[in-house]
């Protein structure tokens, strides 16, 4: 059972763990930010910078699931 669906599993834990990466990063982005007294502007690149590297994942996904479906990255 677990040999035959070791591909899926490697999948799904990749993901939550590139999900929790990305918390713990925005958690560590806030702390610094909060502490050193950080103007408006400066947050917004910083957490936009993080977000944008996070939906690029995301987008990496989709495109990856497309491109398997269609036959494109067999």
Known sequence: MLAKNYELIE???LNAGL???FALMGFAVHDVLKKNDVP???R?????VLGLGAMGFVAKGIIQIFWTTSGVGS
């Open 44 to 48: 917004v690149v910083a957490y936009g």
């Open 40 to 42: 408006m502007i400066g």
């Open 19 to 21: 999900v929790c990466l």
């Open 11 to 13: 999948t799904i834990m």
